[in-house]
């Protein structure tokens, strides 16, 4: 009610100052309040929005997930509330016949954000913590806008987790490019990173015009027209690196953060930035041999029988070939099994429906796994070496869903 009561005051509206630090405090009241809510209630209110009866076809060739995913956001019909139904096909356009429960979206999104990671060009930096870079064909066909867009309907359809931004690029969305701290390290050009401390690290006045005139395209393109001194340097270049990383894109920055809106995933973010940010962020935990053991549960025959024992002596080794895996032994890694049984190469922040299951087959000689029900089923051997070549084969020679 005070608040009120000086919003309500003419005089006292007319301070900036005043209406920030109201505004601040609101914020920072608003946060109190929500930082004990659980991600599982913040992310069961978005997926309230899910319209179940209304159905959005994306047809996706693996190759170019993301042309696919354009083709069906661009339609007239299309709505991020609608039920996805994923169809993948072959390079020649033949259908896998891949009914969607669940396991081909995820398989959709984890592609999706592999190719906007490493092959879009609207995303630069480190593997696992990545930034916005400038790309003119992705401003002009809207790319921006799809990135965090998909981004947003992974979270809330229950899809891979986009867990490959920079702290920087998600402190920027919940506070605001302008109060997020950069430094020189954090540019991920390095040219750009050695011109930068060149002239922070000049020791005299002679070092510091070289450095300058070096730089001299980069403080052009930025509008920098302050003269650079010995006391100023670490300043101006602290201003020059936040420019290359936040404010060179802003306007990707900005389709970026309009496509986060769909769904309300950017609102949640701000309102519970502690919980939702992990969404976005590398995992603070490897994935361990241990996880996979516990993450699938295991189905036994009935104790005492033949196959029971055979069993037993299969789930042996397939403990230990988690182990190998977890130790890159020249075989396969965690993260291929992981992709192999769910279609996710890391386990989503909500975990798994339905559970991860781990079932036995004598049918057949390589593994099999039906992503849409999270199961994999592995051959019972009578030797951990055919074993652990087999399990190799079957996952490596496994394209994706429906093939597996």
Known sequence: SHYVNLLEDDELSDDSDLLEAISRSLREQTNRSTRGVPLEDIVGNLRRQIKVDEVVRFNIVRRNVLDGAAR???????????????????????????????????????????????????????????????????????????????????????????????????????????????SIDDIPDLDTQSVLREIKESVSEDQLMEAVRKADHLLSLSGCRRTITSSNKAEVTKDLAHWYILQRTRAPYERFREGLRSLGVLEALLQHPEQMKTFFLKPTKQLSAEDLEVLFRCQLSEIGSNRYEKECKTLGFWRDYLQDAEFNMQGVTLEEILIFATGCNSPPALGFTPEPSLEFISGSKFPVANTCENIIRIPLKDTYEEFKTDMDFGIKNSPGFGMA
Do not use: W
Not at 86 to 101: N, P, Q, Y
Not at 109 to 133: N, W
């Open 72 to 182: 069906a956001m661009n339609r007239p019909n299309f709505s991020p509330e609608k039920r996805m139904d994923i169809k993948f096909t072959d390079d020649l356009g033949s259908s896998e016949g891949a009914v969607d429960h669940g396991g081909p979206k995820r398989e959709f999104f984890r592609l999706c954000f592999q190719e906007l990671k490493d092959i879009s060009g609207m995303f630069e930096g480190p593997t696992d913590a990545k930034v916005l870079a400038c790309n003119s064909e992705a401003v002009k066909n809207n790319g921006y806008y799809l990135a965090g867009q998909l981004m947003a309907m992974s979270i809330v359809h229950g899809g891979q987790t986009p867990h490959f931004l920079s702290e920087i690029l998600v402190d920027a969305l919940i506070n605001g490019p302008e109060k997020t701290e950069v």
